[in-house]
């Protein structure tokens, strides 16, 4: 069974620039997740799709922050424009159903740079 | 609402020793408990997870977490760690009656394993 797809891996531009990432959830699994990390913190979660309609984009900054899962598979975040603070790994994650109970599948991760 | 708290960042120890890694958290409704592993330049992924029944759960690599409600604790445990699990450990916490599966992760503890 292929595991969750992210690209790139690896991204750097300057601040006020955009940039988009990519994400491809396990085939079958109905929610998507996309989680920045911030050096040294854990995960936090910047919206939740299920199939593709949003649950939870209470902690996405939505002045600089984008997302779409078009047809309910894969899904793309964007910043625009960046800023320092963003500087971090995005990771997306996909769960079967979205229960509490569920596992939640991660992709490696994109790892964002903002000079 | 509820928060994670691990008390360690870093965690050295040496090969075959036992380890402990910490994790407490906050809640004001019941809670499912999970621990999350990431090794070096892979996603993050499941170890464990604590759903109910018994309040010790067990990973197929030798770990296990105890669930304390008292003293609100999900700590982790090896009696004999490898070289192969230097990593950094997620504790992470969602509410029994969440209906969006939404994780809330800690700051991670790395945990290095020396020869």
């Known amino acids: 069974e292929a595991g969750v797809a992210q690209s790139p891996r690896y991204k750097i531009i300057e601040k006020r620039q955009s940039v988009a990432f990519w994400c491809n959830p396990i085939s079958g699994h109905a929610t998507l997740y996309w989680y920045q990390q911030i050096l040294g913190q854990g995960p936090k979660l910047l919206i939740q799709f299920q199939n593709n309609g949003v649950v939870d984009d209470s902690q996405l900054p939505k002045d600089r922050f984008s997302a779409e899962r078009l047809k309910g598979v894969d899904s793309t975040l964007k910043i625009q424009p960046a800023k320092l603070e963003d500087s971090a790994v995005y990771l997306c994650?996909?769960?079967?159903?979205?229960?509490?109970?569920?596992?939640?599948?991660f992709g490696p991760g994109t790892r964002l740079t903002v000079l | 609402a509820q928060s994670v708290t691990q008390l360690d960042s870093q965690v050295p120890v040496f090969e075959e020793a036992p380890v402990e890694l910490r994790c407490n958290y906050s809640s004001s409704v019941s809670v499912y408990l999970f621990w999350y592993v990431q090794y070096p330049n892979q996603g993050l992924q499941l170890l464990l997870k604590?759903?109910?029944?018994?309040?010790l759960v067990e990973s197929i690599n030798g770990f296990e977490a105890e669930f304390n409600k008292s003293q609100t604790s999900f700590h982790l445990r090896k009696p004999s760690v490898h070289i192969s699990d230097t990593a950094e450990y997620f504790c992470?916490?969602?509410?029994?009656?969440?209906?969006?599966?939404?994780?809330?992760f800690g700051q991670g503890t790395t945990l290095q394993v020396k020869p």
């Open positions: 992470a916490v969602t509410g029994t009656s969440s209906n969006t599966g939404k994780l809330i």
């Open positions: 604590y759903l109910s029944g018994s309040t």
């Open positions: 994650a996909s769960s079967l159903y979205g229960l509490a109970t569920d596992t939640q599948y």
